[in-house]
């Protein structure tokens, strides 16, 4: 079973292929799934505990 992370991951990556394509979802469908794209991206920061820029407290594991 996927956990939580891979879980938002995965959504995350099928709300993105379809807002590619914006002759499938169309204007109000297009808006929706950036919400939902965004809201996702704000779970998917907290699940990994790091900004995902360092200038705004978030931690750097880079050389």
Do not use: C, Q
């Amino acid at each position: 079973m996927m956990n939580k992370r891979m879980t938002v991951d995965l959504g995350m990556l099928i709300s993105f292929l379809v807002l590619l394509d914006y002759r499938l979802v169309r204007n109000f469908g297009h808006e929706t799934l950036a919400l939902v794209f965004f809201f996702l991206f704000l779970i998917h920061t907290w699940f990994s505990g790091t900004l995902p820029f360092p200038g705004a407290g978030g931690t750097w594991t880079g050389n």
